[in-house]
T-cell receptor, first 114, second 116 residues
Framework: AQSVSQHNHHVILSEAASLELGCNYS??????LFWYVQYPGQHLQLLLKYFSGDPLVKGIKGFEAEFIKSKFSFNLRKPSVQWSDTAEYFC????????????FGSGTQLTVLP | GAGVSQTPSNKVTEKGKYVELRCDPISGHTALYWYRQSLGQGPEFLIY????????DSGLPNDRFFAVRPEGSVSTLKIQRTERGDSAVYLCASSPTRTATNTEAFFGQGTRLTVV
């Protein structure tokens, strides 16, 4: 069975600060990796995804994530956050080469202070 | 519509009652997923459809929960004899690809179910 751990439950930053949100997964095979974001009152939206290839993945709104296979990690980064990045962020995985359901982490609430 | 549509957006029901939650996926999407999200948690998988059939229903918590997708598009999640512990946001997602292909899922706004 797969599992996903997001160690930071709530992160508070000031605008222009750099962001790194941790995500570790457990699975006995190769995986697809995702970061989803949920802005207040909105539905879950895909920020970025990794299927294969370059382990450094760039997504929307200046976000990026790096897949480190040896550490089973897929941390999300942004060099300079904005107030509009305030949202909940979810890391998710599913088995590589499949359309199977996602296993999500418990989420990280990011609050950016203006 | 352009996205995944879920109705109703909010549902309040009394303990013991039956409820149906509807999901209208993006047109042409073959895969459909139901998740449940409790406060402070990530979405938890319930059931996954490919076309009309349930490819994986291992996430349904007990036999009070059932879902159908009779024509391979709209899906209904049915909960019998609701309990207060069923209160959560029920999320639906769809994706355009078939079983053995990497894909991304597109989520609806969810139905917030409250059992009183």
């Amino acid at each position: 069975a797969q599992s996903v751990s997001q160690h930071n439950h709530h992160v508070i930053l000031s605008e222009a600060a750099s962001l790194e949100l941790g995500c570790n997964y457990s699975y006995g095979g190769t995986v697809n990796l995702f970061w989803y974001v949920q802005y207040p009152g909105q539905h879950l939206q895909l920020l970025l995804k990794y299927f294969s290839g370059d382990p450094l993945v760039k997504g929307i709104k200046g976000f990026e994530a790096e897949f480190i296979k040896s550490k089973f990690s897929f941390n999300l980064r942004k060099p300079s956050v904005q107030w509009s990045d305030t949202a909940e962020y979810f890391c998710a995985v599913n088995p590589s080469g499949s359309a199977r359901q996602l296993t999500f982490g418990s989420g990280t609430q990011l609050t950016v202070l203006p | 519509g352009a996205g995944v549509s879920q109705t109703p957006s909010n549902k309040v029901t009394e303990k013991g009652k039956y409820v149906e939650l509807r999901c209208d996926p993006i047109s042409g999407h073959t895969a459909l997923y139901w998740y449940r999200q409790s406060l402070g948690q990530g979405p938890e998988f319930l059931i996954y459809f490919q076309g009309t059939g349930a490819a994986d229903d291992s996430g349904l918590p007990n036999d009070r929960f059932f879902a159908v997708r009779p024509e391979g598009s709209v899906s209904t999640l049915k909960i019998q004899r609701t309990e207060r512990g069923d209160s959560a946001v029920y999320l639906c997602a769809s994706s355009p690809t078939r079983t053995a292909t990497n894909t991304e899922a597109f989520f609806g706004q969810g139905t917030r179910l409250t059992v009183v």
